[in-house]
């Protein structure tokens, strides 16, 4: 099923609920992409929507229950730098190649005890955890 409708915008009640939560721009960069590749891949609509997400990834985080603009445009983790053969872990939509500061910037937005005290990829598994949280409390999980 398309994700864009005529006016050339996502469809919201298409799209996953923290894209329903996001910005108008988050959801028409995953809407199109989901799109084209769908048309690519011969309505593979699971390997369109994993392609979605990771075009999605490269401008915007996972923060709480929905995305917001990354700092710095590319590739999200060392999953998304290595492509789609990648045995490396996916980080869940945090930004794991930001600085150390920004993660810690985030965890305190989410009010994460412990971060003070937290290496980097302790601070990326924790931001992870909390948001999947805040989108199954969103969702009424």
Known sequence: MPKTGKNDHARKDELPSTLQRSEQKAQDTFAKTYDSALESYDDDEGRAARTAFASLKHSYEKVGDHWEPK??????????????????????????????????????????????????????????????????????D
């Not at 445009?73 to 990648?86: F, N, T």
């Not at 996916?90 to 989410?110: F, I, M, P, W």
């Not at 937290?118 to 601070?123: F, I, T």
Request: hydrophobic share 30%.
């Open 71 to 140: 700092e710095k445009r590319g590739p999200s983790d060392q999953h998304a730098e290595e492509g789609l053969g990648s045995s490396a872990p996916t980080a869940g939509g945090v930004d794991a190649n930001a600085s150390k500061g920004h993660l810690y910037k985030r965890a305190q937005e989410l009010n994460i005890e412990g971060r003070s005290k937290m290496g980097k990829d302790e601070l990326v598994e924790a931001i992870r955890k909390a948001n999947d949280a805040a989108t199954r409390k969103a969702r009424g």
